[in-house]
Structures are given as C-alpha cells and as structure tokens.
C-alpha cells in the first residue's frame, strides 16, 4: 500500500496514517530530538504518518495511546512493515495476551483493533502483510484485509467521504432585465454557536456569456438596491454565496434567495392560432406561408420585429425569403408573417425555417419559441416540353420545296403551370445552307422570340423566322428547345431539310383521284418566294366551253411547295347542277405581279 507518500523507513512497525474525519487533511508527524510524536519511532522524510515497533507489549502500548490521542472521528489506517528475513514471534496470538500484562483489554492493541472490527487479526500469525482501516469512536465502516504470505504484495483503494470547510452555492442565470430592482436573502447557521462566516456577489452577464462581480456583500446585507446595475450592459444576472465553517464543516442554511425585476418581452410562433403552408406542391408554384407571432407577456417590444424566413434544400442551400418587420407588439398583441416561397428552384424534400427576432435583436426572454421548422415537399418538373415546327402554317416533309421567304413558326409548349417559358435561351435553331456552312441567327428583324404567357392558360414560347435563302438548294433547319428546368424537347433535336427554288414556277395541276364519283381535290407545286396574286382553275367540256370556275380564295391555303387543296370539287358547274357523266379537261391560270408563271418539272 503506499499511503500518501511514503511507505515507512522501519521494518517490522506498525505505519498509521490519519485523515482528519472533516476535511481529509493528513495528520503529520515531526522529529524531535530523534523521535516522532506521540512516542513514535523516527518518522520518514514527509513525516505523513506515525511508525511504532510491535515486538514488544510496551511497543503495542504505545500505540494504544497514540490512537486515544487522536481527535474523534479521525480515519486512521493501519498497515504492518515487514521484512521476510526478519524473524518476529510477536504476532496475534502474543498480542491478545497484552491484557493480562497490564491488567486490561483497554491497554491491550489486539483488544482496541478487535473492538473497531479488525475481525481478520486472529489470522496474524505469522510474518503476513495487512491493512485496516477504521474511524475513532465512530461506528463508520472499516477494511480490512490480510495477506496470504510474506511475500504476497496486498493493496487497497480506500474511498473516503470528507466534508470542505468552505463551499459555493450558484444561482440559475436571472433575466434579461429591462431593469434590476432588489435582492433578497434569509438564512440560518446549523449550530449555535457558530463560526459560520458567509459573503455573497452579485455577478452580472452580458449577452456575449462574459462575467463581472458587480457587487459583494455581507451577510448583514440582507436587502440590497441593485437598480444602479445597467440592464443594458448586463441583462443577466446569478447569485453566488460563499460560505466558511472552520468548526463543524456545516454548511449555511440558505432559507431563500430573491432578485426583483422588470422582465423584458416574450413573444412565442403561435402556430394554434393561425399557419397556413401548403407542404406538398409542384415545382414552380408560389406558395403562401403565414403563421401567427404572439407578445405572450406583460412588457411592449420597443421596436419592430425583426423576421427571418429561409428554406434549406436537399442539397443544405440556403434560400433566403424576404419578410417585412412586424409591428412592435403590446402585451398580448399578435402580428401574421406572411410571405411567398418561389419553388422554381427547389426540388425534393425541404425545410422552411423561421427565425422570429434573430440573434436577440431586440432582448427577449427566450428564443427557443420564436422558431419553426416544417417541411415542403416540392414534385420536380421532370416531363419533356413539345417541340413544334411549321413552314407558311404547314408541316412539312424532308425535302420539301418552301417558300425562299418562308414563315417559320417554332412553337416550344410545357405541361408546367408555373414555369413559364420566358427566357429566349430555351429555344437555339441553325440553319445548314447547302454550301454546308451553318448559319446562326440572332433576334431581330429576322427571328423574333414571343414568351409565354401563363395567364392565357398555356405555357407556349415561339419564334417567328422570317429568313431569306436566296440560293437555290438543299437547306437543314435545326431547332433544339427545352424548359425551365432543362428539360429537352426529346432526346434529338428537330432536323428538317428542304429545298429553296427562287425562280416563280407552278407545276401541272392534277387531281386526285380522278376518276372520281363524289369529289376530287388538286395537287400542284408552286415555287419561289410567293403565292401568285391569281390563280384560277376553270373546268372545261372537251368542246372547250367553260362549266366552273374555281377561284383562289375557293382553294383555301395556298402556299409556296407543295399544296393539295382543301377543296374539293364535287363534280357540278357553276351554278351548282350536277354535271353529266364523261370526260372533263380543267386548266390553270396564274399570274405573279402581272407575270404568267413558268412551268414547273
């Protein structure tokens, strides 16, 4: 065992060791003209504890009287020094003769330790280590313990419950303050009379957790004014009351303890009096979110309240929603936040936080209920948008022949009601001229872009292009488009060739079918960059008699390439009777600024 410090410097002794029973403080010995006190032997440098030879009654002796010596309550241990090659017969069984030497068991060290419980003494008989613990006239636990040889090495952890002289008693953290008012205090000692010696401190507390002893008082300072301590600077405020006892070690009876102030505001997110959020939407959608914010206390917020709104993505962005202040609060007064969240940047699972007078803008109570947290479940745009492509108002066929002039109409359509399609980058066409070179076009004159405009119930974007192709060829249009969320028009983009011939022709006319029983319709192709300002279709008899005559504006749409005619002649003259059975020859008759139109093919 190494008890304190030192060991011991004597072989075949006694070593006892004490604790004061109060603080734990280690009793300690001294040299004196050779000796230790209290008759012990010379002590060890650190004078931490007493030795005692024990090969003798008189030796034993003076250990009695060293532990009769000892204050009550002092914890004394007890362990034997021993030295294998010294041979001792002075074990147990001598030791309980001591008390017919001098007459009585309270002179007798086998008889004392038995009393304080040392139980394992009796199997002291031969040169074997030991240690017992135990408290003077007290009936506290004791340990023992005895080793097997003399050789056996034996320890002990001896957990000692000791009571400090001195001792602090903290209060909880008081406020935040508008201002301080009093502090109150009663309390009685434990014993009379007493050395009880008690202080207190005032400590005040900034909002940044720094701490500074305002005041110190005595215990005659029972009511004190602390309205001199500015609530501005120090908004929080503990106690803390030192006590001393240098007699018993008992603590101060503290019946109470009391601050007097005028508390700051507290308002709470008062989510069962109103809150509106829709937690489930589609990308895109504004959605209003609107909660209720209570002054839930008896103090006015001075100044206007300050509110932050956020909501955090999936991927831990931070998107920051703009919100008025809200008006100072009366007591019991309640003000709705309100805002609009934008969902067209967010996808996925999110959390809309709220922030009610952040940072202690203005002082509070507490914080904690001025936040709240919900999630927003937003569906991602993940649908295609149509991609739609016409020359002159028509769809037309790889290879076709266009106008050199042509109208062409690109129409980009989303299913999303809330993403328009606004922004002139969504839509990117070239146009490959038959030379092979590309060709990119820029808004202007020639290409002009028309934003959707969801209030029309449709979220379509389109370009007019009006270009010019003055060679005659082969041309490729290419048109890509997508939308807001970068969703493409498929997963090619739209490629279309077609053929420019600039010279003004018309092919033969035909009709289709012929012969015909109910109607038939007519197939021709015009050229150029324009439809003829006539064109005529007379249906002749084969004597050359003229029996109808088909006008343009009878034909319906007519336009530069390809056209079968949305009308259809039904076999009846012009004044609508029906024709006779047989063979009918028809002719075409067109002019272009006053000019007949060559043939085409």
Do not use: C
């Not at 206390?297 to 999936?314: G, N, P, T």
């Not at 003055?470 to 090619?492: C, H, T």
């Amino acid at each position: 065992v190494y008890p304190v410090s030192d060991w011991g410097n004597s072989f075949n002794t006694l070593q006892l060791v004490v604790l004061d029973g109060i603080t734990g403080t280690v009793r300690k010995n001294a040299l004196q003209n050779g000796t230790g006190l209290y008759e012990s032997s010379a002590p060890a440098p650190r004078f931490n504890q007493f030795q005692f030879p024990f090969n003798s009654a008189t030796d034993r002796r003076k250990v009695v009287r060293f532990i009769n010596a000892m204050p009550a309550n002092s914890i004394i241990i007890m362990y034997n020094l021993l030295l294998n090659s010294t041979v001792t017969n002075q074990f147990a069984p001598v030791w309980a003769t001591d008390a017919t030497t001098f007459g009585s068991t309270d002179s007798s060290l086998y008889h004392v330790l038995k009393n304080y419980g040392f139980s394992m003494l009796d199997q002291f008989t031969s040169n074997k280590p030991f240690i017992f613990k135990f408290t003077k006239n007290s009936p506290a636990a004791t340990y023992q313990q005895i080793g097997l040889s003399a050789t056996q090495i034996i320890t002990a952890t001896l957990p000692l419950t000791i009571t400090r002289v001195n001792g602090l008693i903290t209060s909880p953290v008081f406020g935040p303050a508008n201002e301080w008012k009093y502090f109150h205090w009663g309390g009685a000692p434990k014993e009379s009379p007493t050395k009880d010696s008690i202080r207190y401190k005032i400590i005040g507390i900034t909002n940044s957790g720094n701490e500074t002893v305002i005041m110190n008082l005595d215990s005659s300072s029972k009511h004190v004014d602390i309205s001199s301590i500015d609530a501005n600077q120090y908004p929080y405020v503990k106690l803390q009351m030192e006590q001393y006892d240098s007699l018993k070690g008992t603590p101060y009876e503290l019946d109470y303890w009391r601050l007097n102030y005028l508390p700051v505001p507290e308002g709470a997110v008062a989510t069962n009096l109103f809150f509106n959020m829709t937690d489930s939407v589609t990308q895109g959608e504004q959605v209003p979110f609107e909660v209720a914010f209570k002054n839930i206390s008896q103090v006015a917020f001075s100044d206007s309240i300050k509110v932050d709104l956020k909501v955090i993505d999936e991927a831990n962005g931070t998107h920051i929603i703009s919100v008025p202040k809200l008006k100072p609060l009366q007591p019991n007064d309640t003000a709705i936040i309100r805002a609009l969240i934008d969902t067209r940047t967010l996808s996925g699972i999110n959390t809309v936080a709220l922030d009610v007078n952040p940072n202690q803008d203005q002082p509070e109570q507490l914080h904690y209920n001025n936040v709240l947290y919900a999630d927003l479940l937003v569906s991602a745009d993940k649908f295609n948008p149509l991609l739609d492509v016409t020359f002159d108002a028509v769809h037309i066929l790889n290879r076709d022949i266009v106008s050199s002039k042509p109208n062409v109409l690109i129409k980009l359509k989303d299913e999303s009601r809330f993403l328009a399609l606004q922004d002139t980058s969504l839509i990117k066409l070239q146009v490959r001229y038959p030379d092979q070179t590309l060709h990119n076009y820029n808004f202007g004159d020639t290409m002009q872009f028309i934003p959707a405009d969801l209030s029309s119930g449709e979220n379509t974007a389109s370009i007019e292009f009006r270009p010019y192709f003055p060679d005659d060829g082969e041309y490729e249009l290419m048109v890509s488009g997508k939308d807001v969320n970068g969703n493409q028009a498929g997963y090619l983009n739209y490629r279309v060739l077609f053929n420019v011939i600039n010279k003004p022709m018309i092919s033969n006319l035909l009709n289709y079918p012929n012969p015909f029983t109910t109607s038939t319709a007519f197939v021709f192709t015009i050229t150029g960059s324009q439809v003829p300002q006539n064109l005529r279709i007379q249906i002749l008899t084969i004597t050359g008699k003229v029996v109808k005559e088909i006008t343009k504006d009878e034909l319906g749409s007519v336009h530069v390439g390809n056209n079968i005619t949305d009308y259809k002649w039904d076999g009846t003259d012009m004044y609508g009777q029906k024709l006779a059975n047989g063979v009918y020859l028809y002719r075409v008759i067109t002019n272009l600024n006053g000019k007949k139109l060559d043939k085409y093919g």
